[in-house]
């Protein structure tokens, strides 16, 4: 019975991250916080589990795999993000399929296998991701009626301390459980993103 509620509590808080994830219309919508532009863009990240979260798993990849990719990882994804970011802004226009769902699939699906790859291939992905959900972010900046690139600067603030603070964290860990236990975190990162997948392909009848 203990078991049962337990699946069934796992399978509801994997729903409600799903529904919380889902990039939809409001997407364009910025948080305001009254701070200034700086601190928009450091609240619209911090409360946008789409970017959040392929963030969160970049840098514990990175942390999984050394110092070396952690520290690459810390500044490319910051400074692709901000170019995306800027070529969002210029060109104003949202892709009509949600791109999301991949970020949380294939950098879940890394975390989560531990898979060995050097560290010039974790700073390519660092590159990719910054520059395909900075597009994404840029032009929800245009399309809410802003020009300003500051919402960026406190993006790229953001994510330099997220993957700073959480890769190093990975790095240091020693205890073949603790390891595991960001696997665990990759996987839940990965199963996120099949179901934001099958949404997204899902056709009502």
């Known amino acids: 019975m203990k ?33 200034g532009p ?30 070396l990719p952690g520290r690459r990882a810390m500044f490319v994804l910051p400074l692709a993000w901000m170019a995306g970011g800027l070529a ?25 296998s531990d898979l060995p790859l050097p560290a010039a291939v974790v700073a390519a992905l660092a590159g990719l991701l910054g520059l395909m959900h900075g597009y994404l972010d840029g032009a929800a900046i245009r399309e809410a009626g802003s020009a300003v690139p500051l919402e960026l600067t406190g993006m790229m603030t953001v994510l330099f301390v997220l993957v700073t603070l959480f890769a190093a964290l990975v790095v240091s860990l020693r205890r073949p459980w603790t390891r595991i236990v960001v696997r665990v975190a990759g ?3 990965a199963a996120t993103g099949l179901l934001l997948l099958g949404w997204a392909l899902h056709k009502p009848v």
């Open 88 to 112: 969002g802004m210029a060109a104003g226009r949202l892709p009509a399929f949600p791109l999301t769902p991949f970020s949380f699939l294939v950098l879940g699906g890394l975390v989560a």
């Open 187 to 189: 996987s839940w990162i």
């Open 3 to 35: 078991s049962f509620l337990h699946r069934q509590r796992l399978a509801a808080l994997a729903a409600a991250t799903a529904l919380a994830c889902w990039p939809v219309t409001v997407q364009a919508h910025l948080v305001t916080t009254g701070l």
């Open 38 to 67: 700086v601190y928009d863009g450091i609240g619209h990240f911090m409360l946008s589990p789409d970017d959040l979260l392929p963030a969160l798993a970049l840098a514990l990849y990175a942390g999984l795999r050394g110092p």
